[in-house]
């Protein structure tokens, strides 16, 4: 259980805006939780999933929505840090610090904040469609050329 006690902004009115899938918000609110003064948490994939009841892949999914939504930044396998404006702080004075700190295009309070985490899913979706095409075309290719190659095999009696 954290001892935090202060963060830079109540952003709860502003994280409902987002709509975000409910495995997301979960995992947001166990990584608050958990995490140190300053946003830092280092916990594994799997260990949130056994916290939360979750699937790796839901696990996964649920963190990706929470770094386009820029929430939470992976760091690196097991380290993850969250915003700064909704990290909790051990002073107010630490937390405005942090908040200063930050860049401006990872602010929370951005007037298009919403707009811009729904350009980013939109953005990610049309990645993840133009993979899967490209995976489509190859085996297709590869279909095909083994098609051609079983054609032009002949007998040798």
């Known amino acids: 259980m954290s001892t ?22 979960r995992a947001l609110l166990k990584l608050r939780a958990r995490s140190e003064a300053g946003g830092r948490i280092s916990i594994d994939q799997a260990t949130l999933g056994e916290l939360l009841g979750l699937s790796r892949p839901s696990v ?4 990706r929505e ?13 380290v993850y840090q969250i915003n700064p404006m909704l ?4 002073s107010p004075e630490d937390a405005l610090d942090a908040v200063k700190g930050m860049p401006k295009a990872d602010r929370l309070d951005s007037r298009t904040y919403v707009a811009d985490y729904h350009r980013a899913v939109a953005a990610y979706q049309d990645q993840l469609a133009e993979q899967r095409k490209k995976r489509a075309a ?5 279909k095909a050329a083994a098609a051609k190659r079983r054609g032009s095999l002949h007998a040798v009696g």
């Open 60 to 63: 996964n999914a649920a963190l």
């Open 87 to 90: 990290a909790g702080y051990n």
């Open 4 to 25: 935090l006690k202060w963060s830079a902004t109540n952003a709860d009115g502003l994280l409902a805006d987002l709509d975000l899938p409910p495995a997301a918000y």
């Open 66 to 78: 929470l770094e386009l939504a820029k929430l939470v930044k992976k760091v690196r396998n097991g």
């Open 138 to 142: 190859a085996a297709a290719a590869k």
